[in-house]
């Protein structure tokens, strides 16, 4: 009769559980990114999912109430999957119900939540999820009040202990002409240092202009109806110009940790609204009448949605104008446009989108002295911009130089979703956010919701 040693037979069993753990630690990638989207409002969110990465689960769970919003997400999603050129795979594992965030918060079926949508409820969603140990990526704004600001900064806080990722979408830096802009604005040669300006003629402009009825993905959007509650999606004072604040302190202040409560003064904030009929709130939302929350807004039969407004601020003693305009539906050929001046020592650099560019945007060099040795200088220097982005060139015009982009950085709005996903999915990898991104989220939401106590005084 033989006799089983069991000390020996443990010891075998606990070494092969060991190697085969081992073996499927490096299988199954600790590191993979696993998607979780919380009641997407917001087209935004399904452009996250326009592209897919590498170490990212192609299963998302989705949490959301049962409705035309999730609907329009999950149509999105499936144009992708089902197009022609380059598919995605994306497999959407969705719960519908009322209790969509507690039975997330429950489920932890994913380590990164998308947000899009509703911004009202976006600061509280972003509250717990951080403290349920969630990394974010958030469309923008994160808040859209002085309170909501409040909660953001707990927020960081926590998401700082708790060794989380908490980023917002900042799209516009992966434009072609914002880029170069910052390129430009960095080379001393070419344009010197920022001007501190004056409240009548500021260092910095920025001005956009937005359209409430629009295309995305070749389809017209359709809009929730608090989209248009101000309330809900916030004034234009706190929802685009977060792009503009956060270009200038970008472009101007690379990487700079702020100490926004003394860097940023308000000097005046108005803000205005923008009128919409019932037929024209109808064709963007496929609603035939307006639901009770928006008749506060209404005069006359005509809706009025603050979605204008301007403001005029410093940011390290530099003097800074930030507007933005809503209408209802752009011209035939035309779109949301962009415009932008920077006054340095040596040059301003400017950005036009009107008519005579075509509705496109383009970037012009004009020095304040347009000397033979300034023009060796700018093309010594451009030359190191062109080695960066092969291809740009410049077009000398009457007051300087126009920069000559090729048709091949000019991708797309929606193109630059999959960008700022590959950014933060970097910072993922590396466990960590830069100190001055989460400066800059936090200075940017600090400038928008107290230029919005501002305007709201008068």
């Not at 917001?42 to 989705?62: C, G, P, R, Y």
């Not at 489920?107 to 999820?129: C, D, F």
């Not at 009128?275 to 709130?281: D, G, T, W």
Request: aromatic residues 10%; positive net charge; hydrophobic residues 35%.
């Amino acid at each position: 009769m033989k006799y089983i040693n069991f000390y020996k037979l443990s010891v075998i069993v606990t070494l092969v559980l060991v190697c085969t753990s081992c073996a499927l630690q490096k299988s199954s990638k600790p590191n993979m990114i696993r998607l979780l989207t919380l009641n997407p409002g917001h087209f935004h969110a399904a452009l996250i999912q326009k592209s897919m990465f590498d170490d990212v689960n192609h299963e998302v769970h989705v949490y959301a109430p049962e409705g035309p919003e999730l609907a329009a997400h999950l149509k999105l999603i499936n144009s992708y999957n089902s197009r022609q050129e380059n598919p995605t795979s994306w497999k959407e594992n969705v719960y519908k119900g009322d209790d969509y965030l507690e039975k997330m918060l429950q489920e932890r079926k994913g380590n990164v939540l998308i947000l899009a949508g509703n911004n009202q409820k976006k600061t509280t969603y972003i509250n717990k999820a951080v403290d349920a140990g969630l990394n974010i990526l958030a469309d923008k704004p994160m808040a859209i009040d002085d309170k909501g600001f409040e909660v953001l900064e707990n927020a960081f806080k926590t998401a700082e202990e708790k060794r989380l990722l908490l980023y917002d979408m900042m799209t516009e830096r992966y434009e072609i002409t914002n880029l170069l802009q910052k390129e430009l604005a960095q080379s001393k040669d070419i344009f010197g240092t920022i001007e501190k300006g004056s409240l009548k003629q500021p260092a910095i402009e920025k001005q956009s202009v937005h359209h409430f009825f629009k295309y995305v993905s070749g389809a017209p959007l359709i809009r929730p109806a608090w989209y248009f509650d101000v309330k809900q999606e916030g004034e234009g004072l706190v929802d685009v110009t977060t792009h503009l604040v956060d270009l200038i302190q970008w472009s101007v202040f690379p990487e700079t940790v702020f100490d926004y409560k003394n860097d940023v003064v308000i000097l005046s904030a108005q803000r205005w609204s923008t009128p919409l009929s019932l037929a024209e709130f109808t064709k963007s939302t496929k609603l035939e009448e307006f639901p009770g929350y928006l008749k506060k807004d209404i005069k006359n039969n005509i809706l009025h949605v603050n979605a204008n407004g301007e403001m005029n601020y410093t940011l390290k003693g530099v003097h800074v104008k930030v507007g933005v305009i809503w209408n209802f539906e752009a011209p035939t050929g035309t779109g949301d446009t962009h415009y932008s001046v920077m006054r340095g020592s040596k040059a301003n650099l400017l950005i036009k989108q009107g008519k005579e560019q075509n509705y496109k945007p383009v970037l012009y060099i004009e020095p304040l002295n347009q000397t033979s040795q300034y023009q060796e200088k700018l093309n010594q220097n451009f030359k190191k911009i062109a080695l960066k982005y092969p291809g740009v060139s410049l077009k000398p015009r009457d007051k300087g130089w126009e920069v000559i982009i090729p048709e091949k950085y000019h991708v797309g709005h929606e193109a630059h979703f999959s960008a700022v996903a590959q950014k933060y999915f970097s910072y993922f990898k590396n466990g960590k956010l830069p100190s001055w991104e989460k400066s800059y989220m936090l200075t940017k939401y600090y400038t928008t919701t107290a230029a919005l106590s501002k305007a709201s005084l008068k």
